[in-house]
C-alpha cells in the first residue's frame, strides 16, 4: 500500500508538470495583453513596450516558462502583475472561505443525504422513495443562486436572522464565522444532498439485491444491521467517490455561490484574474487545483481500500 | 425492521436536537450581532482596486485610491475654479513664463517626512511622463527649480494658458504628490510603498485584491480651512476607518445596503434604482454632476473608415436618444448633449452635432453610403460583453448600421480582450477592427487636451484608432496656448466643429450614475470622483 501510494505521488510529477506547460501556453495563447491593461486609455506606443519588457513579456515563451518553472521549484508563484500581491499570499488569503464552505457543505450533505439515500432505496417505489427522489431532482433542477437568493431573502432580509454576505474567519469570531458560512452552506447543500442522495439510493438498491444481503437477512440479522453494516458499506465505493469529486469542485471555486454570498473565496479570485489576465494568478490557482485533484484521487482511491478489503493495488 | 426504525429514530432525536440548537444559537447569535462600529464607514466601490499607483494607470479605481492616500497642489471646486490646496499660493512673472508655487505650512507624508519641493518637483515630473495633460505640459517647460523646501519654481519655454489647469486637473492621471524616493520609480512601474500625504492612510497589511482595501484616518493631516468643494478644500476626516468593500454581485450589494452592512455604494445599476428608491432613509445622489460621456470610435487606418463618407454615414445612422434608451433608459440620468467637451462646462457648445443629436436620417445615411467606397465587407465591431456599461452600445450601433445599409460583424468578446486588441494598427483581416465604444468620465475630456478623441496625431501618438488630422492638431496647440478664456471658446468650438466634420468619434450621450447611502451617514460631497472625508457616521 505504501509503496502504492508513493507511486500515485510520484505520478502525479508529469502530471502536475503538464499542467503547468498547458495553462502557461493556454494563457499566452489567450487574446488580451496586460501590460495594456496596467497602462489604461492614454499609453503610448513605448510605455506599454517598457511595460511589456518590465514583465518579462517580450522574452521567449520558452525562457518564460523556465524562469516561471524554476521559481515554482522553490516554492515561489510568482507576485500579481497588476496588484504586486505575492500569489501564494493571494490564494493562502482566499483558502480558508474556500475550505471553511467546502467542509461544511460536504458534512451537512453527508448527513442529510447519506441517510436519505438509505432510506429511498430500502423503502424502494414507496412514497418515501418517491419523495426523496423529488428532493434530489429540485435540488439538481434549481439554480444554486435562485436558492441563495431565497435563502437570503427569508433569513436575512425578512426574518433577519443571519447577515445577507460576507465571512469572517472561524479564528477571528466562530460566532460571526457561523453566522456567515450558514446560507452559503445551505446554499450549496441543496445541491450536493441531491448529488450524493440520488447516488446513495442507486448504490444501495444495486448491493440490497445481492446475495450476502439475502444471506444476511436470513440468518436473522437486525435489518439496521444488514443495511448499515453490510449493505451501506457494499455500496460505499462510489459514495465516496461522489463526495471526494464533490468536495474537490467545491475547493476549486464555487463562483456562483461565492458572489452572491460575498465569500472572498479561491473562485473569485481565479474568475478576477481571467478577466484581468493575471497569468501568475491563474497559473498558480490551476496548478493548485490541480494538485488538490490529484490529491483527492488519491485519498479516494486509499478510502477504497478501507471500506472494501477485496479491493488491492499491486 | 420495525427495530431499525425505532433505534434510527432515537438516534436521529439527538441529532435533529442538536441542528435545530446550532441553527437557534446561530440565529441568536445574528440577533445580537455587534452592531458595526459608528467610526468604520463600509463601501461598497463600482469596480475592485488593483493596481495601487495612481500615476501608472487611468483606472479610476486607482485614481480613487489616490484621493484617499495622496494629495494635490491645486484642486477645481464645483464652479471648475483652481483653487490651491497643498500649495498656499502661486505668482507668474509678468512674461507668463515664470510660476512660483509656494507650499503651505503642516504638510506631512504618512511615514512623518515633511512634503518639500523637491517632491513635488519628482512627483509632477513623473505624472508628466505618463498623463496627456502632462506631457503636453513638460514639453513646454524650460527648468524645474526648488530655491527651498517650500518653493517650486517652474519656467516655461514659451506662454502656455494651460499650466495650471494640468496641476489642477480632477481626473485620470491626477497629478498626486508622493515622496521623491518614491517619485524617482520609473513611470512604467509601481511605486512599491504608499505613502502620501493624503488625509487616509492606506492599510497595506489588510489589503486584499479582489476582497477590500481598507484605509484609516491620517491624525497628523492639517485640512484647510476653506469648506470643502469637489477635491478642494478642507479635507476633514470625521470617521476612523474606510473600508471598501468588493461586491462581485449587483444584487447582493443591495441587499446588504438594505440591511446596513453597508453605509454607501458607489454605483448601484440603474435597473435597481426602482427598487432602492423604496428603502426608507437610503439617499440616492449623482455625486459628479457632469457625469460621464459614453463614444463610438472609429479605426481610421483601415477601410471602410479611413473614407471620411462611410464615417459621416455611420455618425448620421446613429442618435444618441436610441443609445441612451438602451443603456440608461431613465432619463433622469441621461441629457443628448452635442458637446464634445460635455455639457455644463464652459466650453459647452452644440455646433455641429446635429447628426448624433437628432433622430436617424437613415436615407442621408444610404447616400452618403452609396456615395463612398464601401464595398459591404462587414464592419468589425467589438463588442465587450463582462462590462455592464459597455455592452449596450454596439449592440445599438450595429442595428443602426445595418439599417443604413452596412454589413456588421459584432465580435462578442471580454473588455481585456478588447483592451489588448484595440492596441492593434494591423488590418482587420490580421484580426484587426473597425469600431469600438468606451465611456469617459467628463473631467476626462473636458477640453481639448485632456480629450483623447481629438487627438490628430495619427498612428504615432495618437489614440486608438489614430486619426491623422494635422488641422486638429494644429487647434489644440492654439488652444493650449491662448491667454484669454474667450479665446479658449472660441478655439475650442472651432476644434468641435471640425471633429464632427471629420467624423474623429461619435459622442452617444452623457450620462450620470448615482450614488446610495443609508442614514446612518451625511456629508457625502459632490465631486468628479467619490471622496470620503467630510463624511461622518452615527448609529
Known sequence: MLSYILRRVLAAIPVMIFVALFVFLLLRLSPGDPAAIIAGDTATPEQLEQIRERLGLNDPLLVQFADWGWRLLQGDFGESILSGTPVTSMIADRMEPTISLALTTIVLSIVIAVPLGVIAAW??????????????????????????????????????????????????????????????????????????????????????????????????????????????????????????????????????????????GIGRLTVDAVLARDYPVIQGVILLASLLYVGINLLIDIAYVILDPRIRYA | MFDFLAKTGRRAAPRRRTAAALLAGAAATALLATPLSAQTLKVVMHSSLRVLDPIITTAYMSRNHGYMVFDTLFALDEEYNIKPQMAEGYTVSDDGLTYTITLRDGLLFHDGAPVTATDVIASLKRWGERDGMGQKLMSQIASWDAPDDKTVVITLSEPYGLLMDSIAKPSSNVPFIMPARLAETPSTEGVPEQIGSGPFKFVQDEFQPGVKAVYEKFEEYVPRDEPPSWASGGKVVKVDRVEWIVMADAQTAMNAIMSGEIDYWEA????????????????????????????????????????????????????????????????????????????????ETEVGAEGVMEKDDLDKAKALLAESSYDGTPLVIMHPTDVGSLRTQPVVAAQAFRDAGFNVDLQAMDWQ?????????????????????????????????????????????????????????????????????????????????????????????????????????????????????????SE
Open chain 1, 123 to 264: 423503502k424502494h417505489g414507496t412514497i418515501i422513495d418517491r419523495v426523496v427522489m423529488a428532493i434530489s431532482v429540485l435540488g439538481f433542477s434549481v439554480p444554486v443562486f435562485v436558492i441563495a437568493y431565497v435563502l437570503i431573502q427569508v433569513f436575512a432580509i425578512n426574518l433577519k436572522w443571519l447577515p445577507v454576505q460576507g465571512f469572517t474567519s472561524i479564528f477571528d469570531d466562530p460566532g460571526t464565522f457561523a453566522q456567515r458560512i450558514t446560507l452559503p452552506t445551505l446554499t450549496l447543500t441543496s445541491l450536493y444532498i441531491a448529488l450524493i442522495a440520488r447516488i446513495t439510493r442507486t448504490s444501495m438498491l444495486e448491493t440490497l439485491g445481492e446475495d450476502f444481503v439475502r444471506t444476511a437477512r436470513a440468518k436473522g440479522l437486525a435489518e439496521r444491521r444488514v443495511l448499515m453494516k453490510h449493505a451501506l458499506r457494499n455500496s460505499a465505493v462510489p459514495i465516496v467517490t461522489v463526495i471526494g469529486i464533490g468536495f474537490a469542485l467545491i475547493i476549486s471555486g464555487v463562483v456562483v455561490t461565492e458572489s452572491v454570498f460575498n465569500l472572498p
Open chain 2, 268 to 347: 448601484p445599476p440603474y435597473d435597481l434604482l426602482p427598487v432602492l428608491e423604496t428603502v426608507p432613509d437610503l439617499t440616492i445622489h449623482v455625486i459628479n454632476k457632469m457625469g460621464s460621456t459614453t463614444i463610438g470610435r472609429y479605426n481610421f487606418l483601415h477601410p471602410p473608415f479611413d473614407d471620411l463618407k462611410v464615417r459621416q454615414a455611420a455618425m448620421i445612422a446613429m442618435n444618441q436618444q436610441d443609445v441612451m434608451d438602451a443603456m440608461i433608459g431613465n432619463p433622469d440620468y441621461y441629457t443628448i448633449c452635442g458637446a464634445m467637451f460635455m455639457c455644463g462646462t464652459p466650453l
Open chain 2, 417 to 537: 480582450t478588447l483592451v489588448g486588441r484595440r492596441a492593434s494598427q494591423a488590418p482587420i483581416s490580421e484580426n484587426g477592427w473597425n469600431m469600438f465604444f468606451t465611456t469617459w468620465v467628463g473631467a476626462d475630456v473636458f477640453n481639448p487636451i485632456a480629450n483623447n478623441m481629438v487627438n490628430g496625431k495619427g498612428s504615432d501618438g495618437g489614440w486608438f484608432g489614430w486619426p491623422d488630422m494635422p488641422e486638429a492638431e494644429e487647434l489644440r496647440d492654439a488652444y493650449a496656448k491662448a491667454a484669454t478664456v474667450e479665446e479658449q471658446k472660441e478655439i475650442a468650438e472651432k476644434l468641435q466643429a471640425f471633429a464632427y466634420e471629420n467624423a474623429m468619434y461619435i459622442p452617444l450621450g452623457q450620462f450620470t450614475a448615482p450614488a446610495a447611502w443609508t442614514g446612518k451617514i451625511e456629508g457625502v460631497l459632490d465631486g468628479p470622483a467619490p471622496f470620503f472625508w467630510n463624511i461622518s457616521k
